[in-house]
């Protein structure tokens, strides 16, 4: 790292990367996507997805973690959002370092087009992860559950159609609670959230009849109050 001079004496610029806990559900469960480290620190072990900001190159944070995201995972268009900065002498290494961490959610269909390698982990119980990675982990799984019980952000691991059903199991996957049908669904009708497709229809194995499909309305809702 290169010193530099100010008024308050030397001193070294830090490292400056962003980390994303990209999560997704496998099996109804909460998963945080992983990739092996190419290089040292730690080579070969599974790590959030993340990388140096490139200032030459990236015009903020978000174009870094899209740049990212396309580079490790093979992956584009998947919905981030900022989750805070982690920072201090002691989580890297390499000396002294701040990276800015993002969530970002996608369904489950879309790793299927993702880049090999990548490992999935139950974000509860990621394994013992580098850097402080679980501490970054466990901050955004802490956040979607608290913003999922109040916003339309749980729909971000659907399909772009899903039925209510398929809504409810996610939210109650995410959140980690049971829910009564009939208020989430009272809930989800209140706010307009959503649009049902006009004549599309999925059939599933635990209901009878076709289930309605819907879309998202917008792209995050907030609730007036906790589901």
Known sequence: ??????????????????????????????????????????????????????????????????????????????????????????????????SIAYIALLPLERLEQAAAGLVLKPADNPGNLPFDHNAIVGAARDRLRTKGAYSTLPARL????????????????????RLDQSSFRRKIAELGALEPIPGETRRSVTVRRPAQLYRLAAPIT????RL
């Open 158 to 177: 659907l399909p772009p159609t899903f039925t209510l059903p398929e809504m409810q199991q996610v939210y109650e996957a995410v959140i980690g609670e």
């Open 1 to 98: 790292m290169t010193a530099r001079t100010s008024s308050d004496g030397d001193f070294d610029r830090p490292i400056l990367t962003v980390d994303v806990v990209l999560m997704t559900l496998l099996e109804g469960h909460l998963s945080v996507v992983l990739a092996p480290r190419a290089i040292d620190p730690f080579k070969g072990k599974p790590a959030l997805l993340g990388g140096y900001v490139r200032v030459n190159s990236d015009a903020d944070a978000d174009a870094t973690v899209a740049r990212v995201l396309s580079e490790k995972a093979k992956l584009k268009e998947v919905y981030v959002e900022q989750l805070r900065t982690f920072s201090g002498r002691k989580r890297d290494p390499r000396g002294w370092s701040a």
């Open 222 to 225: 907030l609730f007036d109050k």
